[in-house]
């Protein structure tokens, strides 16, 4: 099916800046502090997850049971240390190539929403000076059904009102491609073709992407 797009739709870390690496210094901390290890490769199955899925996943790496008041005490202290993290944060952390494909969208009038499972995202825009940039800010305060669910992106899209089918969706996430499949919007993977091949296009980041090249190959 081909697609006109209308506006774009963003997901944040992997794609508008890279706070994965933070995400693991402070899921490290927890499970260290809980008795185990994880690694960078137990990480990448965190990525795009929420933060409630992201701790019972390290659980079952640590092959761990707490009880729930204690699964919310350690949420909550993670979070604190990736705070920290986060409020370190500049301009200088923009992934190469987004600030330049988002002025090239507002120079042909195009809006464009965020779609992030993070409920740290506003303050994140704010850190990095776009958090006047977006048409809609659509986190994780916002949904009620996580990433592959298309609930993040059709609330984006209805924000800025645009049908969903005239969206161009931009996923670092397995499970946020699928999302942006299931909302219907045409969806550019950022990142591995092994891991993003469902998606209708993969790019290696928003460096390799231009408007006219974007809306070319979304009709094609
Ligand atoms: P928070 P995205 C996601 O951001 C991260 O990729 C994922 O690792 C994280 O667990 C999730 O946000 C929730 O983040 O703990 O800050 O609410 O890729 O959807 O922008
Ligand atoms: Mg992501």
């Avoid at 199955?45 to 009880?67: A, C, M, N, Q, W």
């Avoid at 776009?130 to 996580?146: M, P, R």
């Avoid at 992106?153 to 491609?177: K, R, S, T, W, Y």
Wanted: aromatic fraction near 8%; charge should be negative; charged fraction near 25%.
């Amino acid at each position: 099916m081909t697609h006109i797009i209308k506006a774009c739709i963003f997901d944040l870390d992997g794609v508008i800046v890279d706070t994965a690496k933070y995400h693991f210094l402070a899921w490290r901390r927890l499970a260290d502090e809980l008795g185990f290890s994880f690694t960078e490769q137990d990480n990448e199955r965190l990525k795009g997850v929420s933060r409630v899925r992201s701790l019972e996943i390290l659980l079952e790496i640590g092959d761990l049971t707490l009880s729930p008041e204690e699964q919310e005490a350690a949420a909550a202290r993670k979070n604190r240390w990736y705070v920290e993290y986060i409020d370190q944060m500049d301009r200088s952390e923009i992934l190469p190539g987004a600030e330049e494909f988002l002025n090239e969208l507002n120079d042909h009038g195009i809006p464009f929403a965020l779609g992030s499972a993070s409920k740290n995202a506003p303050r994140i825009l704010r850190r990095i000076g776009l958090e006047n940039a977006f048409a809609a800010v659509i986190d994780g305060t916002k949904v009620s059904k996580a990433k592959p669910d298309p609930e993040v992106f059709l609330l984006g899209a209805a924000e800025m009102g645009i049908p969903a089918e005239n969206c161009a969706v931009f996923e670092d996430a397995e499970a946020g491609v699928e999302a942006g499949l299931r909302a219907g919007m045409y969806t550019v993977g950022v990142g591995e073709p092994e891991v993003l091949g469902k998606a209708h296009r993969v790019i290696p980041g928003l460096a390799a992407v231009t408007w006219e090249d974007l809306v070319q190959k979304a009709q094609q």
